[in-house]
T-cell receptor, first 115, second 114 residues
């Protein structure tokens, strides 16, 4: 699996935008960029994913660099409920064998949101 | 929608006991999987299934068995519990296992083995 690099932690104030960066310089052409988050004592939660173009959904936006070597998860107005560990994960469309469907979670970014 | 439901939420076992962790999804997803989460090690894939009657091993399958008799259910069995299996277990499901599909997780089973 291609490796991703994220900052260990970030802080934000409530109702302000948050930009969470992810570097993936060894990304391949068939890798999707996924973001998940995990709130305390809960299972991981899917946030958003994309391949080449920027993506928006009700939770967040995903901005993908033109060379695909980095991406940014954007939370438009942070709330206290957004405090979580955010994981940037690459998933190969063609992965098979023991890697089929597998999500490789790194250490992620711990987001703290201040009232 | 219930999504992915895991039971029990908490369990304490003695070494050598057996038990089954239950996982059910109501989204008609073909792909289901089990992960364990340990401090400092992230989530690791134990077993997965691409449909009823089809299962395969992930990266840490030893000590665990699975079966998939229906689309909805994917139980995880510990045959003879060991303290090293103390962990938080998560079940996930998705339409398929291909890279473009989001996965939905349950809230986990917290298992302690004494």
């Amino acid at each position: 699996d291609a490796k991703t690099t994220q900052p260990n932690s970030m802080e934000s104030n409530e109702e302000e935008p948050v930009h969470l960066p992810c570097n993936h310089s060894t990304i391949s052409g068939t890798d999707y960029i996924h973001w998940y988050r995990q709130l305390p004592s809960q299972g991981p939660e899917y946030v958003i994913h994309g391949l080449t173009s920027n993506v928006n959904n009700r939770m967040a936006s995903l901005a993908i660099a033109e060379d695909r070597k980095s991406s940014t998860l954007i939370l438009h107005r942070a709330t206290l409920r957004d405090a979580a560990v955010y994981y940037c994960i690459l998933r190969d469309f063609n992965a098979g064998g023991t890697s089929y469907g597998k999500l490789t979670f790194g250490q992620g970014t711990i987001l703290t949101v201040h009232p | 929608n219930a999504g992915v439901t895991q039971t029990p939420k908490f369990q304490v076992l003695k070494t050598g006991q057996s038990m089954t962790l239950q996982c059910a999804q109501d989204m008609n997803h073909e792909y289901m999987s089990w992960y364990r989460q340990d401090p400092g090690m992230g989530l690791r894939l134990i077993h997965y299934s691409v449909g009823a009657g089809i299962t395969d091993q992930g990266e840490v399958p030893n000590g665990y068995n699975v079966s998939r008799s229906t689309t909805e259910d994917f139980p995880l069995r510990l045959l003879s519990a060991a303290p090293s299996q103390t962990s938080v277990y998560f079940c996930a499901s998705s339409y398929s296992g291909t890279g473009g599909q989001p996965q939905h997780f349950g809230d986990g089973t917290r298992l302690s083995i004494l």
